[in-house]
């Protein structure tokens, strides 16, 4: 039995995963977990912690939802790395800095994907497509009274005009990742000034994307993007 394998207690409870969610969570939080550490392998982990391995992976798709754990190809799965730009100015727990560190992580990918995604839209969507941007815009427009529908309404839009590309791929790169999106807006749609310049962010995006505008539609997703993550460094910078 290796190092590892004997921080972990056998747990039985009809839902399994939540279990394991919250003593690998622990594990983190108490340092006998540290980032960048390689968890044991699925066989071997499920007969430690007595449970199955169906159980077992879907504990890591929360894990990995929330930025804690991840998966390399042909490598397993680890702990992961705090973001070093917030590794020593922040003084949280570790938990917690490996959350932002994904959030950060999540923002850089998506100011690489998402201009990426509106160029296609612009040459991919439909009059179908149009409408249904367009209609998640307006959703969004309506939503800022109410806290989660707002939040939802946000990630639908960028789900429509992921759509417009007619790329499973990209979808499902959206839609893997709403929660990530849930955890970014929750920092950042909470005051009526950054609401509203959102807003107008995203109806920028759709009028390029309405006039065939491939540089404008590219520009305000990255403006729109680049935006947002100065926000959540605000947001980082204000509640360290």
Known sequence: MTRLDRLFSNIRSERLYEKIVTQIRALIEEGKLKPGDKLPGERELSTTLGCSRTSLREAFRVLEAEGLIISKSGGGRFVQQIEQSIKYEYHKPTVDLLEKSAILYFLEAREILEPRIAELAVHRATAADLEKIEKALGEVEKSFVYSDQKISSDMNFHVAVAEATHNFVFVSIIESNLHMIRQIRKQTLTDLE????????????LLAIQNRDVQLAMTATTMHLQNLRKNIEKSLRDNK
Request: overall charge neutral.
């Open 194 to 205: 950054r609401y509203q310049q959102s807003l107008e962010e995203h109806k920028q995006i």
